[in-house]
């Protein structure tokens, strides 16, 4: 069985930008090119954090996040709002 990693506390939406994230087949390297491309420069490791929920997100990723997800900040907050195709 696989180990499962420990999620934080430090953020709400960790999880939910994984869920989303994979419903629109980007990974992470693909996130991180488009939130640079919007001015967020950060490492995988920090990606890894804030979908882990160890690390804090700033108004500005969030707002980056749910607008390549596709999402609004509500869904990104409740991906259950995502209707499942």
Known sequence: MPKRRSV???????????????????????????LQVRGIDIS???????????????????LALADILGVSLEELFHPSCVEEE
């Open 44 to 62: 995988q490791t920090t990606l890894s954090d804030i979908e882990g929920q160890k690390r804090r997100v700033y108004d500005k990723e969030l």
């Open 8 to 34: 934080g506390s430090e953020n709400l939406i960790g999880q939910n930008v994984i869920l989303l994230r994979k419903r629109a087949g980007i990974n992470q390297d693909m996130l991180l090119s488009r």
